[in-house]
């Protein structure tokens, strides 16, 4: 919407816009270079994966890091079988997995599935998770260079900041989905360009095509990205009412091209999402919505940063990290904005995104450094069941201060870029008297912007991603030595049967092996009796009594029910062989299930009982 005509970067000084305003051309290498180091970067974070990429996972989120595994095997399953992606009954058996329901991101693992079977989803995982990375802080560069700063440094740090700031880190660990931002640059220049003269059809067939894609990568970021605009361009038709007028018929034309093709390409897996079999309405209790963001982790250093400390979680609590920018980054964008807004638009605008966003993630209720206060907070008065912001989380609203702040580096260092320089433009020979000496006079200023940006920046550095070693699977699945006791139609029961506590191990038996074989129980969120939504399958009495016992480290009591009620589950699952493998309650577990079903045989590495004259 903004108008072509007004230069972004600042609206004081016409001479100094007509020239940034000036086709420049920027040399292939520097772009080059600067995707190079994002790539290197991408590769440093995912440093201890690669170490032992097929037996470490994300120590802080293994049992997400597993699933984002089995979504890359369902995605080569889905191509391979030419099977409806948005559905599968390879996990939960028999009542399957509504996949869009769910962070699926099917518009990855779908185009990857043939280097998912080539390298397999281990592989697969760790090199998608540093590229997304890259790829984000690439696209976030694109946009800054070409569309908002002058200086190509200024894009780099800005697009490095976008890609690998501290809050898009913490999803790192086992949540690439919160890391493959690299179209949501590209959606924002599109929209901002739905008012240009004469090309409204064209932007908005463009942004339509964006915005579907991006539904399949990642529906949160999509609507994050959506309220963020919304925010701009009201600040910009504030600030340029004028302007907002000129261009608004064309605005809402393209506006309406957008939503009209993202509508027909997407309408049948939106629908699938809230209306398809295991679909459901909101979460359970509205569990999210209690996720407020602590103001004291504005001015704390993340974790997986240089700086950062893992102690400081202990106060703070294990909430997820989603700004956690540090105090000199803070005081930076303070100084910032108050410089920069007199004289710059887009600071302005940045300015606004900042206080909306940081406000309304503040939650239910303020918290500080950890403690609740009794002061409420502005979610307090959002319904729990309001559509489309029930799934959200107050504090990754936060996640949009993120990328303000990073454009705000950008500005920053921009700026800081034309001190000491005279004005590129040519003006009247009243203005250039004494330009030399006042550039000279204020060149020390950009050695001083220079540092000061490095100084908050750099602290704020990522580590490489804590992994843990995990046992590998057993060779009886890895060889295939199930084969023969699963015919189509039936389940293979690992034990401990995979859910979202417990069963991480054999969770990735069905990953790892290509989902050959359907699995009951899981993780993912399906419905409950009231069609509310609630993570893993809901118990059946089998598996929670196999739960209490891993608990315990003891086998209760069992009667001849407990029994009964084995074969039922069983029944239910339509199991075929039970499996248990290598554990550390792997005797307690044994005990317990031929306590229930009877003696089992050792084959391989594990121990198997074939059910099939049991179940029928």
Partial sequence: MVDPSLNPVTDADPAEAEATRRPRRRPARADLVALGAYVVLGVFVCLNYWGDVTGRVSSHL?????????????????????????????????????????????????PLAPLTMLLGP????????????????????????????????????GGAFLGFAPGIIHHANGQPNFVSNFLLPLIVVRVLRLGEPGRWRRNGLVLGALVTYQIFINEEMLLLTALACLVVVLAYAVQRPAATRAVAGTFVAGLGVAGGLALLLAAYPIW???????????????VFHNWGEDLVAFVTFARDTWAGDPAVEKTIGMTEQNT???W?????????????????LAARIVAVLIVVFTVAAIGPVVRFNGVETDVRGPWSYVPDDLPLVEMMMPTRLTLVVAAAVGVLLALTWDAASRQGRPAEAPRVPAQRTGEPAVAARRRWLRPVGYAAVALAVLPLLPRPLPAQQVEPPPHFITAGGWRPYVP??????????????HGLPTLRWSALTGQEFPVPGGYFIGPNELGEGVFGAPNRPTSSLIYSTMDTDKVPALTDENRRQAVEDLRFWRASVVVLGAHPREAVLRELVTALIGPPQRVDDVWVWDVRPLVG
């Fill in 488 to 501: 189509a139609g039936r389940t293979l029961v690992p034990v401990p049967i995979p859910s979202n506590v």
């Fill in 122 to 157: 281990q592989v697969m995982y760790a090199l998608y998770l540093g590229a997304a990375l890259a790829a984000t802080a690439g696209t976030a560069y694109w946009m800054l260079s070409r569309h908002l700063v002058r200086s190509r440094a200024a894009a780099f740090v």
């Fill in 272 to 286: 699938f999402q809230f209306n398809g079999p295991q679909s459901y309405r909101g979460l359970q209790g509205g």
């Fill in 328 to 344: 000199p980054l803070v005081l930076l964008s303070v100084v910032a904005l108050v410089l920069l807004v007199r004289r710059s």
């Fill in 324 to 326: 956690w920018f540090g």
């Fill in 62 to 110: 293994p049992t997400d890091h597993s699933w984002f595994e089995w979504l890359f095997a369902h995605g080569a399953y889905s191509v391979r079988h030419l099977e409806n992606p948005l559905f599968t009954a390879r996990q939960n058996a028999p009542d399957g997995v509504n996949m869009m329901a769910n962070t699926s991101l099917l518009g990855v693992t779908l």
